[in-house]
C-alpha cells in the first residue's frame, strides 16, 4: 500500500476510535511527513490533527470512512503522488462532507506535507458501497495471479501473493512488522496485512514495471491486465471494508 493511501486509512481507524471509546484522537505520524493540514469548507484550517477531530466534533462527527475507486485508467500511475483517488468522508450532524488529500515533498526536508480540503457531498445518497463479501474472490485471484506470476518467470511476486493469501487462510502467517495496525482485531489484522502485503503496484520494481513486459513476451498481455484489475479492485474492496468496520 502506498504511503497516501496508508495515511488517510490510518486517520479513519484512529477518528472511529476515538469517537467510539470518547477519547481524543491519536494518529501515529510517519517519519517521512512533514506536515498534515486540514483545510474546512469555510477555508480555515487546521494544523494538527486534535485540532482538526475538536472542531469534527463540535459539528457533530459521528462517523469517517475511506472511499476510493476500485479501478483505474492507469495503474502504472498508481505509483506517483496524488494518484489512489481515495477520499475521508466525514458523517456530521450538517451532513456529509469529503477531504481530497494532496501531497507535496519538501526537497530539503526530505519530508512530505498532506493538505487535506473539504467538500461537501451533494448527493442525497451514502457514498459508500456495502462490501462484505469480498473475501473469497480475493483468496481466489490471490492464488490465480501467483500461479500466473510463477508463469510468467516473475517467482518473487508469486511468493508475494502467496503470503498475502496466506495472511487470509493462516492465523500463524508471518506479518511484516510494515503491515501491522495495532487498532485492528485480529481478524480485521489479516485482512490488512493481506491488503497491505498484495499491492504491489508502484514504480520501478514493482508489478507494473517488467511483469508487463514478461507477460506479453509469453502471449499472455491480456491475461496480466484482467489478473491486475481484478486484483486491484479486491484489493480495494477489502481496504475499505476492513477500515470502515474498525
Same mark, same amino acid.
Request: glycine share 6%.
Given at each position: 500500500?502506498?504511503?497516501?493511501? $496508508?495515511?488517510?486509512c490510518n486517520i479513519v481507524i484512529? +477518528?472511529?476510535?476515538?469517537?467510539?471509546?470518547?477519547?481524543? /484522537?491519536?494518529?501515529? $505520524? !510517519?517519519?517521512? #511527513?512533514?506536515?498534515?493540514?486540514?483545510?474546512?469548507?469555510?477555508?480555515?484550517? @487546521?494544523?494538527?490533527?486534535?485540532?482538526?477531530? @475538536?472542531?469534527? *466534533? !463540535?459539528?457533530?462527527?459521528?462517523?469517517?470512512? =475511506?472511499? #476510493?475507486?476500485?479501478?483505474?485508467?492507469?495503474? %502504472?500511475?498508481?505509483?506517483?503522488?496524488?494518484?489512489?483517488? @481515495?477520499?475521508? +468522508? *466525514?458523517?456530521?450532524?450538517? %451532513?456529509?462532507?469529503?477531504?481530497?488529500?494532496?501531497?507535496?515533498?519538501?526537497?530539503?526536508?526530505?519530508?512530505?506535507?498532506?493538505?487535506?480540503?473539504?467538500?461537501?457531498?451533494?448527493?442525497?445518497?451514502?457514498?459508500? &458501497?456495502?462490501?462484505?463479501?469480498?473475501?473469497?474472490?480475493?483468496?481466489?485471484?490471490?492464488?490465480? /495471479?501467483?500461479?500466473f506470476a510463477e508463469e510468467i518467470?516473475? %517467482? $518473487?511476486?508469486?511468493?508475494?501473493?502467496?503470503?498475502? *493469501?496466506?495472511?487470509?487462510?493462516?492465523?500463524? @502467517?508471518? +506479518?511484516?512488522?510494515?503491515?501491522?495496525?495495532?487498532?485492528?482485531?485480529?481478524?480485521?489484522?489479516? /485482512?490488512?496485512?493481506?491488503?497491505? /502485503?498484495?499491492?504491489?503496484?508502484?514504480?520501478? %520494481?514493482?508489478?507494473?514495471?517488467? &511483469?508487463?513486459? #514478461?507477460?506479453?513476451?509469453?502471449?499472455?498481455?491480456?491475461?496480466?491486465?484482467?489478473?491486475?484489475?481484478?486484483?486491484?479492485?479486491?484489493?480495494?474492496?477489502? =481496504? #475499505?471494508?476492513?477500515?470502515?468496520?474498525?
Open positions: 500500500m502506498n504511503g497516501e493511501t $496508508e495515511h488517510l484512529a +477518528v472511529r476510535k476515538a469517537l467510539r471509546d470518547n477519547h481524543p /484522537i491519536h494518529v501515529t $505520524e !510517519r517519519s517521512y #511527513m512533514k506536515q498534515t493540514v486540514f483545510v474546512f469548507l469555510d477555508g480555515s484550517t @487546521a494544523d494538527s490533527y486534535e485540532d482538526w477531530f @475538536a472542531r469534527c *466534533c !463540535r459539528e457533530g462527527l459521528y462517523n469517517a470512512a =475511506l472511499l #476510493m475507486p476500485v479501478s483505474v485508467k492507469e495503474r %502504472g500511475l498508481l505509483g506517483f503522488s496524488n494518484t489512489s483517488g @481515495a477520499l475521508l +468522508v *466525514c458523517y456530521t450532524r450538517n %451532513g456529509v462532507t469529503y477531504y481530497t488529500p494532496h501531497w507535496s515533498f519538501d526537497r530539503n526536508a526530505r519530508q512530505w506535507t498532506a493538505v487535506y480540503r473539504e467538500h461537501p457531498w451533494k448527493s442525497t445518497t451514502d457514498p459508500l &458501497p456495502s462490501l462484505k463479501g469480498f473475501l473469497e474472490p480475493f483468496k481466489t485471484v490471490l492464488q490465480k /495471479i501467483s500461479a518467470g516473475a %517467482g $518473487e511476486f508469486s511468493r508475494t501473493f502467496d503470503l498475502a *493469501c496466506r495472511c487470509l487462510t493462516d492465523e500463524n @502467517a508471518p +506479518v511484516p512488522e510494515w503491515a501491522a495496525q495495532p487498532d485492528l482485531t485480529p481478524e480485521q489484522q489479516r /485482512i490488512w496485512a493481506a491488503v497491505n /502485503i498484495a499491492d504491489v503496484f508502484g514504480a520501478m %520494481g514493482s508489478w507494473n514495471d517488467s &511483469p508487463p513486459g #514478461m507477460a506479453a513476451g509469453k502471449g499472455k498481455k491480456d491475461e496480466y491486465d484482467t489478473l491486475s484489475d481484478e486484483l486491484l479492485a479486491l484489493i480495494r474492496m477489502n =481496504l #475499505m471494508y476492513v477500515v470502515n468496520e474498525t
